[in-house]
């Protein structure tokens, strides 16, 4: 059985190892003074079926077993050797069928990936919102990129020097044979479609917070950002969710973000601006009017009053 997960926060890289004891946690670089992040692991025997939950990382499956794979409206059989990209703002879900689910996968952060004039991220479409991620691949495929994990499973063990560069040049190797095929497009709808964009909706909608720190900042704001990484139509978005829940879409992401702004105005130090920022306003009296709008008060009296009844105590 598959089950899909409401959840209260995202998922870290972090979270991921303490989850998976099992799995080594090494894979942090330091290149160009900013952390980044890669690692790579065997699919053997990975019956269990997974929800997406980590809105940190980007991911590269090659998946030999037979499974189905869930998105927002719709899915699709897995009954042949795949190679598959996720990406930090789509959510899915993966079903195994067969009891045998074998190949690999990597995982790496966009500060890993990206690098300059060589950022894979923006050079090539895989991994673009609205880009089809799934693909097929034939047995001379298969074993070409069983080949490059393995390769890159090695080399996490060795003490060369310039290694994560050498797995860089492993990604890109694997992303040149996906464009090369023709990605997967026989898709079939679900029959509870509009439960399933709404539930995936408030996942995706959750997944941005907790707000990480003031020089973050929200990266869907709109009904149409959230249609777009889903990939339906905004006003099919927006229906589902009115739908589903009683609210419409744009009510859903104001309380949300009203809350995390009370959450940081009773709790952080940070000034008004910054969290406004974090927030995805551009300027301090857009917060504020937003803030008032759905609150009645200033974010300023909230803080106030806050600090006042801290002093009484």
């Given at each position: ?15 991921f190892?303490t ?10 670089v ?11 692991f ?10 997406y939950?980590?809105?940190?990382y ?24 795949s190679?598959l990209f996720?990406?930090?703002?789509l ?8 009891e045998?689910?074998q ?26 919102i609205?880009?089809?991620p799934?693909f097929?691949?034939d ?15 090695t ?6 020097t310039?290694?994560?560069?050498l ?13 090369k ?20 909706f408030?996942e995706?909608?959750e ?13 869907f ?24 829940t ?6 859903h992401?104001?309380?949300r ?9 009773l709790?952080?130090?940070w ?16 917060f ?5 709008k759905?609150?009645r ?14 002093q009484?105590?």
């Open positions: 059985m598959l089950y899909f997960c409401h959840m209260t926060r995202a998922e870290s890289l972090k979270d190892y989850r998976n004891p099992f799995i080594d946690s090494h894979g942090y330091t290149a160009g003074g900013s952390i980044g992040h890669f690692n790579v065997s699919r053997n025997n990975c019956f269990k079926g997974a929800t939950r980590r809105r940190d980007y991911k590269i499956s090659l998946i030999i077993g037979t499974g189905r794979l869930y998105y927002a409206d719709k899915w699709i059989e897995v009954d042949r050797p190679l996720s990406n930090p703002g959510p899915y879900a993966w079903e195994p069928i067969s045998l689910q190949g690999f996968y990597c995982l790496f952060t966009e500060t890993f990936i990206s690098d300059g004039p060589n950022d894979l991220l923006h050079r090539f479409p895989i991994f673009r609205g880009a089809q799934l097929f691949v047995a001379d495929r298969q074993a070409e990129i069983s080949t490059i994990f393995g390769k890159m499973m080399e996490m063990e060795s003490t060369y310039y290694k994560y560069d797995l860089r040049t492993y990604v890109q190797l694997i992303i040149h044979q996906a464009l095929m023709q990605p997967v497009g026989e898709y079939r709808k679900h029959t509870n479609a509009g439960i399933r964009i709404t539930e995936l408030l995706l909608l997944r941005q917070f907790p707000v990480d720190g003031h020089d973050h900042t929200l990266q704001r709109t009904a149409a950002q959230f249609a777009e990484n889903l990939r339906v139509h905004v006003n099919h978005l927006n229906r589902s969710v009115k739908e589903t009683g609210k419409t879409t744009t009510q992401i104001s309380d973000i009203v809350k995390e702004a009370r959450t940081l105005l709790h952080s130090d000034t008004i601006s910054e969290i406004g920022y974090s927030l995805g306003f551009e300027y301090p009296t857009y504020n009017n937003f803030f008032k759905h609150t008060v200033t974010p300023l009296s909230i803080r106030k009053n806050a600090r006042d009844a801290q009484i105590k």
